[in-house]
């Protein structure tokens, strides 16, 4: 079976400051591993994928994760903050707990970013 | 663009009765999902399709039941509501892929309150 965990359920940080949001998995194959992100009162929007190409991943609005096998991590970061990122961050991987078969997809508890003025 | 709208942001209902919340996407995806979101708990899937009159149950299918009579539109069916059925319903799609990676589309949400 496959899961994730969200290391942080709140992250704050300036406006200007790197932002890390913290993702472990556990996956019994090769994972695929996405982040997705929710601003308040909108749907569910891709930042990234990670399907076995490159380690280190760019997504949009210029966050990127890496991906580390030895630590099963997938941890997300940016290198400035900026108010427009204040939103809701889900971890997730492919593959289900008991449903949603090859191309379910595995949500993390999700981790809400303040961002501070 | 892929679109997914579902067909009501917000619906209040009554226990017992019975509650339809329905998704369209227009892309030809062959899956479709039904979610709820729940604060500290993340998105739970409910049942999924591979394709016309297919469905599965995923992780919380208990009290739901889902209906695919085309392929563009997913139907999620609460039969008789409870209160513990109050939530946020996101449904989403894809097209398969076998090789990982498939990204998932989502609708906005329909924001349930049973009382």
């Known amino acids: 079976a496959q899961s994730v965990t969200q290391l942080d359920s709140h992250v704050s940080v300036s406006e200007g400051t790197p932002v890390l949001l913290r993702c472990n998995y556990s996956?019994?194959?090769?994972?695929?591993l996405f982040w997705y992100v929710q601003h308040p009162n909108k749907g569910l929007q891709l930042l990234l994928k990670?399907?076995?190409?490159?380690?280190l991943v760019k997504g949009i609005n210029g966050f990127e994760a890496e991906f580390k096998k030895s630590e099963t991590s997938f941890h997300l970061t940016k290198p400035s903050a900026h108010m427009s990122d204040a939103a809701e961050y889900f971890c997730?991987?492919?593959?289900?707990?008991?449903?949603?078969?090859?191309?379910?997809?595995?949500f993390g508890k999700g981790t809400h970013l303040i961002i501070q003025p | 663009d892929v679109k997914v709208t579902q067909s009501s942001r917000y619906l209040v209902k009554r226990t017992g009765e019975k509650v339809f919340l329905e998704c369209v996407q227009d892309?030809?995806?062959?899956?479709m999902f039904w979610y709820r979101q729940d604060p500290g708990l993340g998105l739970r899937l409910i049942y999924f399709?591979?394709?016309?009159?297919?469905?599965e149950k995923g992780d919380i299918p208990e009290g739901y039941s889902v209906s695919r009579e085309k392929k563009e539109r997913f139907s999620l069916i609460l039969e008789s509501a409870s209160t513990n059925q109050t939530s946020m319903y996101l449904c989403?799609?894809?097209?398969?892929?076998?090789?990982?990676?498939?990204?998932?589309?989502f609708g906005p949400g329909t924001r349930l309150t049973v009382l």
């Open positions: 892309m030809d995806h062959e899956n």
């Open positions: 399709s591979y394709d016309v009159k297919m469905k």
């Open positions: 997730v991987v492919r593959g289900g707990n008991s449903g949603g078969g090859a191309d379910g997809l595995t």
């Open positions: 989403a799609s894809s097209i398969p892929d076998g090789q990982g990676g498939n990204e998932q589309f």
């Open positions: 990670y399907t076995s190409a490159a380690t």
């Open positions: 996956s019994s194959y090769s994972p695929s």
